[in-house]
């Protein structure tokens, strides 16, 4: 991989062959796991300027129609977490000499605090082609990574490396983007994203046929559906926005100066439809049946056609699943059952998706496992050959399991000595119904057709005959370590243990992805610093603690929340705990603290553990339940007067013992007591709210 340093510039094409998708990711670590920051793109033209503000990519713009441009959202990643954007380059109009790749933070925080800062990119095959890593970032709030360039036919890089006081207003404007100043009218930007949510409100209500999403998108259609909650999703967005269309007019009036150039997509709405059955044992009729599935091999068969089926008809959720494996945007088939010559025996991989781009075939082959069957190596090993000899870009795999960073579920041999490569990819059915969930509940797709059909391969993977519902077994190794765990008979070492780790890893991905889809928000787990930056060695640790101490620890970042979930597992005493850390308050009175806080907790739980945190105090302070602490919130005080730093609220509940998706099971119980804790406590606390950016008034062109 090319190493490079500020100033410096690369083509492309001298790293690799296959450059015509490319996918750059932004990466940073937090000491405390909570810092993040936001990823934009602006494209340039030989001015130095946007064409439009359209050319602005952004959270609240994340998707190019063309499909040039895409923020594919953020993965954990060593310490920290990777936000990754795919570039089409082959669709680039040809206006455009240059892309700029940078990020923004809010709330007063500053890429200085950031560790670990680096850019990569990786070829459409997906192999890592060159990083710049950052050390010198500074007390920014808006940080230039590096930029995509022309030179003749040829694409190059220059990693940048330069830091913006003013935010991500101050770096759009620079570039021409016509950010309006929230200041002259007393108004600020969440204000009028308020007043856009209620403008949209009243439109659904004489017209209810579409629900307003901020994104762009394709043409609305008819649907019925209801604007749910969009007030309280509207006030949560960052103080930046939406940018505006090419052919806006300056001299319009205050009410028709920002107006969603996102058109109108459809999501479907929360509640069911009340039945017309004349009772409950009838079964409504569905697009996709699973009762009459008998066998695996018609479990894997079923799933596979649906699953490319709706994928080759809702172009949102296609493009969505194949534009992290380096497809570009373009018209997709997909195919099931195909056979391709193999030696003496034909091979018949379950799928093969293709898309056509410009004349350019990009084609992937597709391999399918359902329930608690496992990958076969030698069988991808097949494909893999096979697509190397055909030219074939991707190997798709497709199985309940989770991969994990830096552990393969299969071991294949790539042969070096071929120029085409081809990349392996993973995907999980927990990943796929994440996906269909966020497009027909939070994000919305182009018509209510595409809503209908996503909704119903949906129902197909959560049905409890299709074979797709996720991570749901511990392995062969949970019982022996539990059991070595209770007769202390489990040592430091014990590779059963490391198995153990990575499926409680699986699992914790899992869950991340089930309440992300519920929420509509970005779920990740954290990985702190102190355990290390490689993925095998951080396994290797968290074994040697499973072994001593029979815990198992994780921690969730979830938007928009107080700070971070802590997921705890005591295999000693078969309990669950799930906790969070929030902040004092920085002014007032400590009295004023504790009764605010009980206030907001008046429908959390009863048997919620309340732990004051106290500066230099390892123990803590006062703690109790919350029934206890409800008539007298002074008890959460300090006797000595020392200084309150912080609450700790914990539910604490037993797990279920089985290794499997037994109701009881201990899969089931993490997943509940993680939702349990979100839906009755952390919804309950005020979120941090976001600083507002500085209007920006004359800035100078960049």
């Not at 056609?305 to 709706?310: E, Q, R």
């Not at 070096?416 to 081809?422: A, C, Q």
């Not at 796929?432 to 809503?451: F, Y």
């Amino acid at each position: 991989m090319h190493e490079m340093v500020k100033g410096a510039n690369v083509g492309l094409a001298a790293l690799s062959e296959n450059v015509d998708a490319v996918i750059v990711s932004l990466g940073w670590a937090s000491p405390t796991g909570e810092g993040d920051a936001d990823v934009s793109v602006l494209l340039l033209d030989g001015d130095g300027k946007v064409r439009s503000d359209a050319d602005f990519y952004f959270y609240n713009h994340p998707v190019a129609p063309d499909g040039s441009v895409q923020l594919l959202g953020k993965a954990p990643a060593g310490e920290g977490s990777e936000d990754r954007i795919g570039f089409d380059l082959t669709a680039i109009p040809a206006e455009v000499e240059r892309i700029v790749v940078a990020a923004s933070r809010y709330g007063g925080a500053r890429f200085g605090e950031l560790e670990d800062l680096r850019v990569t990119l990786a070829d459409g095959s997906g192999e890592d082609l060159l990083r710049f890593a950052i050390d010198d970032a500074g007390s920014v709030s808006a940080f230039i990574f590096g930029e995509l360039y022309r030179r003749g036919d040829e694409w190059k890089f220059r990693a940048v490396g330069q830091g913006y006081d003013t935010g991500l207003a101050g770096l759009a404007t620079d570039f021409g983007v016509d950010i309006e100043d929230d200041a002259a009218d007393g108004k600020t930007a969440e204000d009028d994203i308020v007043d856009e949510a209620l403008d949209d409100a009243a439109a659904v209500e004489k017209a209810p046929a579409v629900e307003a999403d901020g994104r762009p998108g394709a043409e609305a259609a008819p649907t019925s559906v209801v604007a749910a909650e969009a007030v309280p999703q509207a006030v949560a967005l960052p103080a930046v926005p939406a940018p505006r269309g090419p052919g806006d007019d300056a001299q319009r009036t205050r009410a028709a100066s920002r107006p969603r150039t996102a058109k109108k997509k459809v999501t479907l709405p929360r509640a069911a439809k009340r039945s017309l059955a004349d009772n409950d044992s009838w079964t409504q009729a569905r697009l996709f049946p699973v009762s009459a599935l008998k066998s695996d091999r018609e479990r894997e068969t079923r799933a596979t056609s649906v699953l490319l089926a709706v994928m080759a008809q809702v172009p949102e959720f296609g493009r969505r699943l194949t534009a992290g494996f380096g497809a570009p945007a373009g018209r997709m088939e997909t195919f099931t059952e195909v056979s391709l010559p193999h030696g003496d025996t034909p091979r018949r991989p379950d799928g093969v998706i293709r898309v056509d781009r410009a004349g350019k075939l990009w084609t992937a082959l597709v391999e399918t496992k359902t329930n608690g069957n496992a990958l076969k190596s030698e069988q991808v090993q097949a494909y893999m050959d096979i697509a190397a000899r055909r030219g074939y870009e991707a190997v798709i795999t497709l199985s309940n399991d989770v991969a994990l960073e830096g552990s393969p579920l299969v071991d294949v041999k790539i042969d070096g000595r071929r120029k085409h490569k081809v990349a392996l990819r993973h995907l999980s059915w927990a990943e796929v119904a994440h996906q269909a969930q966020m497009l027909i509940r939070h994000e919305g797709v182009g018509n209510s057709a595409h809503a209908w059909l996503l909704q119903e391969l949906l129902l197909y993977l959560q049905h409890d005959n299709s074979g797709c519902h996720g991570f749901q077994n511990m392995g062969a190794a949970w019982v022996p370590v539990r059991k070595g765990i209770d007769d202390e008979t489990l040592c430091q070492g014990d590779p059963r243990a490391l198995e153990v780790v990575e499926s409680w890893e699986r699992l914790i991905r899992q869950v991340c992805l089930g309440l992300g889809g519920d929420l509509g928000q970005k779920v990740l787990p954290v990985q702190r610093a102190r355990r290390g930056a490689d993925p095998a060695q951080r396994r290797a640790r968290m074994a040697d603690e499973l072994c001593a101490e029979g815990k198992l620890q994780a921690e969730l970042r979830i938007d928009g929340a107080p700070g971070v979930l802590t997921v705890g597992a005591d295999l000693r005493t078969a309990r669950l705990r799930t906790s969070v850390e929030i902040p004092a308050p920085g002014q007032g009175y400590p009295l004023t603290w504790a009764k605010r806080l009980v206030r907001r907790l008046a429908e959390a739980p009863a048997d919620l553990h309340v732990e004051t945190l106290v500066e230099g105090e390892t123990g803590g302070g006062p703690r109790g339940t919350l029934e206890r602490l409800r008539p007298e919130p002074a008890d959460m005080l300090p006797k000595n007067g020392a200084r309150i730093t912080g609450f700790r609220l914990t539910l604490v509940k037993g797990m279920g013992s089985g290794r499997g998706s037994a109701e009881s099971g201990f899969i089931r119980s993490v997943d509940d007591a993680v939702r349990r804790f979100h839906g009755t406590v952390l919804v309950h606390l005020e979120r941090p709210t976001p600083a507002k950016e500085a209007p920006v008034e004359g800035a100078a062109a960049g």
